[in-house]
């Protein structure tokens, strides 16, 4: 799954969970639900991440953390976004929470990804197969166009949820 729907639903997590250490539990516990659910992604399939990996080209990789860093920054100016409308900007405890909540909803990724960039440890390997075979939907549709649509429905309809929850809840 992309970072913005993980984004959104830490972030929903933080301002609805007033408990740290829960917080930190349920953000990185919703990454692991979120992955089981059928999505579209550009992580460890992207062609710039393959072509680093092959090559060491250092132009791909930045291409790569590029679309990485553009995808966290929507989720981010979204979540920012909900607080300015909210008025909760001087609130410093629930964006704490909710900065948490982004932070660790996202950190089974930065793991995968680091994982990624060293796959020759004993650890990166294990960590990518977990990753990819017991979290990720591996069973393929038929048609390309069919994954993309699907996948892409799937965390449009999660982006809302959660976007329902913050605003008006």
């Keep these: 799954m992309i970072l913005t729907p993980h984004i959104l639903v830490g972030a929903t997590i933080g301002a609805k969970i007033h408990n740290f250490w829960l917080i930190i539990i349920l953000s990185m516990v919703s990454h692991f639900i979120l992955d089981k659910i059928f999505h579209w992604e550009y992580s460890s399939n992207n062609k710039f991440f393959k072509k680093f990996r092959e090559t060491g080209n250092l132009k791909s990789l930045f291409v790569f953390t590029g679309q990485t860093l553009i995808d966290a ?17 001087l609130n410093f405890t629930l964006i704490k929470n909710i900065l948490i909540g982004c932070f660790f909803s996202v950190v089974p990724d930065i793991v995968l990804g680091i994982s990624l960039l060293f796959r020759n440890s004993d650890f990166s390997q294990k960590y990518h197969t977990f990753h990819n075979k017991y979290l990720h939907f591996e069973k393929k549709l038929e048609k390309e166009g069919a994954i993309t649509f699907l996948g892409i429905f799937t965390q449009i309809v999660i982006m809302i949820i959660s976007l329902l929850l913050l605003f008006f809840s």
């Design 73 to 89: 920054f929507i989720g981010l100016t979204i979540v920012f976004v909900f607080l300015k409308t909210k008025n909760l900007l």
